[in-house]
């Protein structure tokens, strides 16, 4: 195998990333459903001959990157790589084997060179309906939805219509889904035909050497990051809302010379209700994790977990047991960066961030048209405030550790009967500390239609608001309301014609005592409205 040069490597990888980022376009300007086309809920990956992933397209979503190449090796076992053909398309949305939840869908294709096997291209895309009936109440994954086994959806080209029959059967809006299923197909062919053409224009044979390099020096990169991190054990956690009762999660990290291991051992055990999460959601979030603190600037891909041995206890809330019920992994997998960030705060206070409005807040909006009586289930995104950074205030409602959009309001009140009356950042809500959290916003939604709209929440940070870090107080709570009367932030609600729906996400956490923000600072948050003069006195004992 040729070794590659240093600027072979460095042009071999942009050319790349423009690839995969055109790629990316095409699932976009050719999908069927908002959650693709406006919030970028998905993911487009190049994984090579050995099934490593080594390029993606830059807003793909980090836990589907983190999981793709494990879906593969799963695949692989099923359909081992010397029985595929040029044509064929790999698909399971099993939530133990996928990104952790059955509404996210991941496809597999292999490329081939002149019938010379060269690697794989995949995509991951989140789809609302997967039938079932999801619910926070939910006991079971079964519940949940339809689970697609590891299968080939495409065979030598064609596609497989009992398994198209089987997902159409179960879903409520199918030509949405089944419109980004086969959009992935079209990126797919672009990935092949541009993939083989810079090869050819770059004299490679195929991605072998490349990706070899690639992976050690995104590997060796991060080992020397963990290197500067004394050698100890540090403890992390925190508290999620839960249901009946608050769930701990709990994190130990072990740094030894250029590796760490993360342990959750002594997290809550796993619930009947939908937040399980499991070991492949958990796994890809702690890397992310620990790469966003500690080694930001370089590529990501397989190489780049190699440093990193992620463990949980099986049947906890982290490390579920199948068939337990996984529709809001998030409520439990996005709370692994602020409690990796809390231990390594001991250490590493100028890598980490506090704590985001976060788990990422959604809304599922269920009823049917009018005039046609054609069901419809839309999502919305809301994203809380961000947590201050070590030397910066945190930015509101910016979507963290998810990378998620944000959807324009007028597409959202194009796809169902609802009006958004009200979208605003909300004063007081960022947690006071030398550097201030991210404001909090809130969103009304009514209902014009003439019928019943259920609404579906599953929301976090409610009871327990995030943390301030390092002397920061904390940021504001959430809070859920119909008509301006409290509602559960886990609950099913029907909203009658002209009742209204309003969301207050959280805001981000505080960096820094606030005695020490530089008085500019809050002269300027003043100004912009973001702090009221009596929030300004009574945290900062600021007078105007």
């Known amino acids: 195998m040729n070794q590659l040069s240093p600027v072979k490597v460095g042009v071999v990888w942009e050319r790349l990333n423009g690839l995969m980022d055109q790629v990316a376009e095409t699932c976009v300007r050719t999908s069927f459903s908002a959650v693709v086309r406006e919030n970028y809920d998905f993911a487009i990956g190049l994984l090579d001959a050995r099934g490593r992933q080594i390029a993606q397209s830059r807003r ?161 990169s991060l080992r020397r990051a963990i290197e500067a991190i004394p050698d100890g054990v540090y403890a992390g956690g925190l508290t999620a809302d839960g249901f009946e009762h608050p769930l701990e999660i709990r994190c130990s990290l072990t740094v030894r010379g250029s590796e760490i291991v993360v342990d959750y051992a002594g997290t809550a055990e796993q619930i009947e209700r939908p937040v399980n999460s499991p070991m492949t959601f958990t796994k890809a979030y702690s890397c992310y994790a620990i790469k966003c603190a500690l080694d930001p600037g370089t590529p990501i891909n397989d190489g780049t977990f190699r440093p990193i041995r992620v463990t949980a206890p099986e049947g906890s809330l982290v490390n579920p047991r199948r068939p337990a019920p996984v529709w809001g992994r998030h409520l439990s997998g996005h709370y692994m960066p602020p409690a990796i960030y809390g231990a390594l705060s001991k250490v590493a206070p100028d890598k980490v ?61 194009n796809q169902a009967p609802l009006l958004v009356e009200e979208k605003a950042l909300v004063p007081d809500t960022g947690g006071a500390g030398r550097f201030r959290g991210g404001n909090a916003q809130r969103l009304t939604f009514r209902n014009v239609a003439q019928t019943p709209v259920v609404v579906t929440i599953r929301h976090e940070r409610v009871d327990n608001p995030p943390r301030g870090l390092l002397g920061g107080e904390p940021g504001s709570g959430g809070l859920d309301l119909v008509n301006g009367e409290p509602i559960p932030s886990k609950s099913q609600t029907q909203i009658q014609p002209d009742d209204a729906v309003t969301f207050q996400t959280p805001g981000g956490g505080g ?31 600021y007078d105007v």
């Open 353 to 413: 961030i506090a704590d985001c409005g976060s788990p990422l807040w959604n809304v599922y909006f269920k009823g049917r048209r009018e005039g046609t009586g054609r069901p419809f289930v839309k999502m919305f995104f809301m994203n809380g405030g961000h947590g201050a950074r070590p030397n910066q205030d945190g930015p509101g409602c910016l979507s963290f550790p998810s990378n998620v959009s944000n959807q324009a309001i007028e597409q959202f009140e």
């Open 511 to 541: 960096m820094g005592p606030p005695g020490e923000r530089d008085p500019e600072a809050i002269r300027a948050d003043l100004t912009s409205g973001l702090v009221t003069p009596e929030h300004a006195k009574l945290h900062y004992g």
């Open 60 to 220: 793909s979503v980090p836990s589907f990157i983190g999981t793709m190449s494990r879906t593969l090796t799963a695949m692989l076992e099923k359909f081992p790589v010397d029985t595929l053909q040029p044509g064929d398309v790999l698909i399971t949305n099993d939530g133990w084997l996928g990104t952790g939840h059955l509404n996210d869908i991941t496809m597999i294709k292999p490329l081939f060179r002149d019938g010379r096997h060269l690697g794989y291209v995949g995509s991951i895309f989140h789809t609302v309906d997967i039938g079932g009936a999801p619910s926070p109440s939910a006991k079971d994954s079964y519940e949940e939805g339809l689970t697609i086994p590891v299968a080939k959806i495409v065979s030598e080209g064609a596609e497989n219509p009992l398994l198209i029959d089987f997902i159409e059967a179960n879903l409520r809006e199918p030509e949405e889904t089944l419109g980004d299923i086969r959009s992935q197909f079209a990126a797919y062919h672009r990935c092949s035909e541009r993939l083989l053409r810079l090869l050819d224009e770059e004299d490679l044979d195929d991605l072998e050497a490349f990706s070899d390099d690639v992976l050690d020096r995104s590997e060796a």
